[in-house]
């Protein structure tokens, strides 16, 4: 057990740390702000994937344009679907969980119906698939892509909600959507732009990870729980689900190092069993009464 | 009508005994329930594989295949003069599911035969139902072995003909130092374990060994234990979606594939295409049939099959080849059954009796021919070992001499040789339905 190795091991899990982050974030925002349980995450996260593709293939669009494209054609999808059905269901929280798993599901079907069930493939430049040799430490060039990505956005999004006056809006309609609203904040226009902006989330997540993995209409189900698990662990906010997937990207590359993958899953999940114990409102909890 | 106390209790008491003890109702004898053959009706089949769900890559192509393969026996006159119905069901990648179906093909469509599964946790959840009617399964792709029912045949290399020419090549070509990666299950374990025999035989170094969740992306930490122990090359038995992911981060993370190739049981055509040619070639894959086998037969296949409506999807590969096999194998061992005890009289039983060392001739098989065993009902077959080209097909470097034979006990021969009419231990005592 080497210097290089255990080097190896700690930038591997910023890496891994980034991809449960950014498969996270969206789910972060809608729940944090709206407070909807959104199970048609993993969907989101494969129409991201999907419209990737679809650029590439028939378009033509180059790689790095399809992930801002993806953030845009997901967000519209969003949107849609908070007008046409989200936005009914705010006060029934139990309703949007079956409805958004409904919602999951023609999605899911939907995209199988049209580009049929076999893998589809995303096409990358040359110089992602190599990698970045320090001498002693290794990283993927298309790993540290992702990397910059997620730190982009989170900046990004903390710009947005602590600097802007839209972000002011949204954290009064989080606080407490009826005094918002009677100091004449449109409250159903905040929660129809924060449903937009984390479904444009979870659609760049998955135009990243229809290259680290595999462009399938089942392929969001994988990543969904463990960014349920961040945004539950973290307790809901942008912060919490940061250190919530650095902690855990970092304990999955250091357990996986030292024994074996599966048995690192094994852990990282008992720890946060454990940790939601007792501490059941996760990682930093908002102090202001909402709903 | 009042209920009372006591029409309640009764009435509960019979409805739950009724679902309790479903065995009290339903008549144990295949002659209530089983398939009756009538001359002039079609002849019905089960085609259970999954429509829909994770496993629905390679389910949907063995369905379209066997689709195929039906047709194409129908056109040339049925079997027994009889066309063949395949009844197909979705089983949603669903354990549960896959049985349920199982009883509902048996007892209501009264198939004659099942063709389903394409993964062992699946075939090992329908079988306790098909021995329990003494029904009959073909399981048309590759698995680990250490089964013996008599309810089974299978057209797929199993774990002790697999590997057996793979990794003498492999250690020969490049060093005897090699990394094992699988997914965690049971066919990649026991997979290993035969690996493992071969790679003591010809002197190599097993220098690492790991096993990633079904269905993870995540190879980072794996890959990183492949670069400090410096394998020669890798032993891949990772399945399905992971396997394309392990491909694209192997290549990615930096590894050159002529210092440190893949030899994979699984990485076929669908995969490379999956994960795009540029990052499967220069791999190895150990299979019975590729997509470009030269030969007449296999180029009508592949045209024949790409051509007609069932072939969307726009290769052939191993597992559908094995999979036609079977619709083949079912073809001559129910004729042949049908000689010896009559078209009417023909059940499920009947025809695996008499379907030990039938054979497809290379006329019928695009891999060549093969027959099946025997003892175990398995098949004879020629392993072969391909490369990936830069355009995603595989191209065949070594073609076993001679035909494999199968083994499903290899590794355990304390547990005894699988016969005909089930485990012979050592002590000479036989086990039927070994699962």
């Known amino acids: 057990m080497d210097f290089g190795s255990v080097l190896n091991a700690l930038i591997l899990g910023v890496s891994i740390a980034s991809i449960w982050l950014i498969a996270a974030l969206g789910l972060t925002i809608i729940y944090g702000a709206a407070g909807v349980i959104n199970m048609a995450h993993g969907a989101l996260i494969m129409l991201g994937a999907y419209s990737s593709y679809m650029l590439q293939h028939y378009i033509g669009v180059p790689y790095l344009l399809c992930i801002p494209a ?3 054609i997901v967000a519209i999808i969003g949107l849609v679907l908070e007008r046409g059905l989200i936005q009914y269901l705010y006060d029934r929280p139990l309703d ?52 910059a990505v997620t730190a982009l956005l989170v900046l990004a999004l903390w710009i947005l909600f602590y600097k802007t006056r839209f972000g002011i809006q949204v954290r009064a309609v989080m606080q407490n959507k009826e005094m918002a609203a009677s100091f004449g904040i449109n409250s159903s226009r905040i929660y129809m732009m924060t449903f937009a902006l984390g479904a ?8 990243l990870f229809g ?19 961040m945004v539950v662990a973290g307790g809901g906010t942008l912060a919490g689900t940061v250190i919530a997937s650095g902690f855990t990207g970092e304990l999955q590359s250091v357990f996986a190092f030292i024994t074996n993958d599966t048995f690192a899953r094994f852990v990282i999940f008992l720890l946060i069993v454990v940790f939601l114990r007792f501490r059941p409102q996760g990682l930093f909890a908002k102090g202001g009464v909402r709903r | 009508m009042k209920i009372t106390r006591r029409k309640l209790l009764t009435t509960t008491l019979a409805a739950s005994a009724a679902v309790g003890m ?70 949603k990648s669903d354990f549960s599911v896959y ?8 007892l209501r469509e009264k198939v004659i035969a099942l063709f389903a599964c394409y993964t062992s946790a699946s075939r090992k959840a329908i079988l306790p139902t098909i021995m329990q009617r003494d029904h009959l399964l073909y399981y048309p792709t590759c698995y680990e072995g250490a089964e013996c029912t008599q309810n089974a045949i299978c057209t797929g290399p199993i774990a002790n003909q697999h590997s057996k020419d793979l990794i003498p090549y492999m250690v020969e070509n490049f060093g005897k130092r090699v990394f094992f990666v699988g997914s965690n299950y049971v066919w990649p374990k026991e997979s290993n374990k035969n690996a493992k025999i071969w790679l003591e035989q010809v002197g190599g170094e097993l220098v ?19 670069r400090d122990a410096k394998p020669n090359f890798i032993f891949s038995t990772v399945v399905g979606a992971s396997d394309v992911a392990f491909h694209k981060q192997f290549k990615q993370e930096g590894f050159k594939v002529d210092q440190m190739p893949i030899a994979s049981l699984t990485t076929g055509e669908i995969e490379t295409r999956a994960m795009g040619a540029e990052f499967g070639a220069g791999h190895f894959l150990s299979a019975p049939y590729v997509q470009t086998l030269d030969n007449p037969t296999n180029h009508k296949f592949v045209d024949g099959f790409l051509k007609s409506k069932y072939g969307k999807n726009g290769v052939t590969h191993y597992n559908m080849e094995e999979t036609y096999l079977s619709a083949y194998v079912f073809k001559a061992g129910f004729e042949k059954a049908a000689a010896a005890v009559g078209f009417e009289n023909v059940t499920p039983r009947a025809i695996r009796d008499h379907s030990g060392g039938v054979r497809i001739g290379d006329d019928i098989s695009p891999e060549g021919e093969v027959w099946i065993d025997e003892n175990n009902f398995n098949t004879w077959l020629k392993p072969k070992i391909a490369q990936c080209q830069g355009d995603g097909t595989f191209k065949v470097l070594k073609s076993a001499d001679t035909h494999v034979a199968p083994d499903p006990f290899s590794i355990y021969p304390e547990s ?17 339905g070994v699962i």
């Not at chain 1, 290259?211 to 729980?225: A, C, K, W």
Request: glycine fraction near 12%.
């Open chain 2, 99 to 106: 049985s349920e179906k199982t009883k509902e093909l048996i």
């Open chain 2, 208 to 226: 690492g060994e790991e096993y990633i969740p079904l269905g993870s992306s995540e190879f980072g930490p794996v890959l990183n234990k492949i």
């Open chain 1, 200 to 207: 444009g989330l979870a659609g760049v997540a998955g135009s």
């Open chain 1, 211 to 229: 290259v680290l993995n595999i462009v399938l209409p089942t392929m969001g189900d994988s990543y969904v729980v463990q960014a349920f698990l």
């Open chain 1, 70 to 72: 993806s953030f845009v």
């Open chain 1, 96 to 147: 949007t969980l079956l409805a958004t798993y409904g919602v999951s599901l023609v999605l899911v079907q939907g995209v199988r119906l049209i580009f049929g069930s076999d893998p589809k493939y995303l096409a990358v430049p040359e110089i992602f698939s190599s990698n970045i040799s320090l001498g002693f430490a290794n990283i993927s060039t298309f790993r540290v892509v992702v990397i």
């Open chain 2, 416 to 432: 005894g040789v699988c016969t005909k009419d089930g485990l012979k231990a050592p002590d000479g005592k036989i086990r039927k």
């Open chain 2, 22 to 91: 479903p065995h009290v109702w339903i008549p144990g004898s295949r002659d209530a329930w089983g398939a009756t053959l009538k001359k002039g009706e079609p002849l019905k089949v089960g085609v259970l594989f999954s429509l829909t769900g994770a496993l629905a890559v390679p389910e949907e192509d063995s369905t379209l295949v066997l689709q195929y393969a039906f047709d194409e026996i129908n056109k040339a006159g049925g079997i027994g003069g009889v066309p063949v119905e395949p009844v197909i069901v979705d089983a």
